[in-house]
């Protein structure tokens, strides 16, 4: 079995697509893309996972405190490397990511499959029964299903009045309240609360400051 791994030879094919693995434990866990099974529950919150893995990830990075991985930037902590790896990206403006399509070139792996779905339909659309508008990622097709469900806000700010459609919403929202700035433009270091702050910053910020 391990010779399978220097040989690159793939036994074990998918009956419902074109994906072949050189593991059966890979098999399986690859065949719950298609029939959606999460076996994986956490014990905190209503989220279920395909991998022990991504359970553990998703405990460490939203249920713990512990966050051991400083970036060396801004000095902003993270619960996982790999989340420290993203973020400093920020800084340095490296984009490891490079589509097979065409020149472009991107920070986070999410960022070149969107790219590569939009720009060259490779992937998968996930698409509302409802209105048919389609989505690069389940979860924000899933966010906006709970937009259907008109009228019901059931995540309320506990700063103030205000309530949201999603968790995500609520999650936006509430850095106006806080002090804390997280996002860092990579092009001055200026920090602000938000990501869509980020942006607009961003854009302000290229056109001011001259080409290196």
Not at 26 to 43: A, E, F, M, N, Q
Not at 117 to 138: A, M, P, V
Not at 155 to 175: G, I, M, N, R, W
Request: glycine share 4%; net charge positive; with cysteine.
């Amino acid at each position: 079995m391990h010779s399978r791994i220097h040989t690159g030879e793939k036994l074990y094919k998918c009956q419902l697509c074109d994906k072949a693995f050189n593991d059966i434990s890979h098999l399986t866990i690859h065949s719950r893309v298609h029939t959606g099974d999460k076996p994986y529950k956490c014990s905190l919150c209503d989220k279920s996972f395909s991998q022990s893995s991504d359970l553990q990830t998703h405990e460490r990075r939203i249920h713990s405190n512990v966050r051991p991985h400083s970036c060396s930037y801004c000095g902003k902590p993270f619960a996982i490397v790999q989340d420290l790896n993203s973020h400093v990206r920020v800084h340095t403006g490296a984009k490891p990511y490079s589509c097979r399509h065409c020149s472009e070139s991107f920070g986070r792996l999410r960022q070149l499959k969107t790219h590569q779905l939009k720009s060259h339909n490779e992937g998968t659309w996930f698409t509302c029964h409802i209105c048919q508008k389609k989505f690069s990622r389940k979860c924000h097709l899933k966010r906006h299903m709970q937009r259907h469900e008109e009228g019901i806000k059931p995540y309320v700010c506990d700063e103030c009045p205000k309530s949201f459609c999603t968790a995500y919403e609520l999650k936006t929202h509430q850095p106006v309240h806080s002090d804390y700035r997280q996002f860092c433009c990579f092009l001055c270091n200026a920090m602000v609360k938000r990501k869509r702050d980020v942006k607009r910053h961003f854009k302000k910020c290229s056109s001011v400051l001259p080409p290196k």
